[in-house]
């Protein structure tokens, strides 16, 4: 049974930072590519970045490109997602999402699409106050 549990989401300034964790309870973390998602209130669940099982590539998406940073930790089977200089406009439900297709994943649209299909945690609530 693969369990991705978020946490780490809260109230913040705008211009702040905060740093989501999810920690997955699955055998062999370091094989799966991870990556997370948001959803605003009235707006599709959309792409914010992916990392690779070796942590070699990483896509973002161009609206988070420069102020987030996502990273692993295989030791501790967590995937992390640094924020800074949030924005209202980054107001969401941050969803961790993990692929163990074993698929072989070349492109940004390979990594959003393998996600989607993957394994999904129960969310974290960003907000972000102007």
């Known amino acids: 049974q693969v369990q991705l549990v978020e946490s780490g989401g809260g109230l913040v300034q705008a211009g702040g930072s905060l740093r989501l964790s999810c920690a997955a309870s699955?055998?062999?973390?370091?094989?799966?590519?991870m990556g997370w998602f948001r959803q605003a209130p009235g707006k599709e669940r959309e792409f914010v970045a992916a990392?690779?099982?070796?942590?070699?590539?990483?896509y973002y998406a161009d609206s988070v490109k420069g102020r987030f940073t996502i990273s692993r930790d295989n030791a501790k089977n967590t995937v992390y997602l640094q924020m800074n200089s949030l924005k209202p406009e980054d107001t969401a439900v941050y969803y961790c999402?993990?692929?163990?297709?074993?698929?072989?994943?070349?492109?940004?649209?390979?990594?959003?699409?393998?996600?989607?299909?993957?394994?999904w945690g129960q969310g974290t609530q960003v907000t972000v106050s102007s």
């Open positions: 999402a993990g692929d163990h297709s074993g698929a072989r994943l070349t492109s940004y649209s390979d990594y959003v699409e393998a996600l989607q299909s993957g394994y």
């Open positions: 699955v055998r062999s973390f370091g094989s799966y590519n």
């Open positions: 990392i690779s099982w070796s942590a070699g590539i990483t």
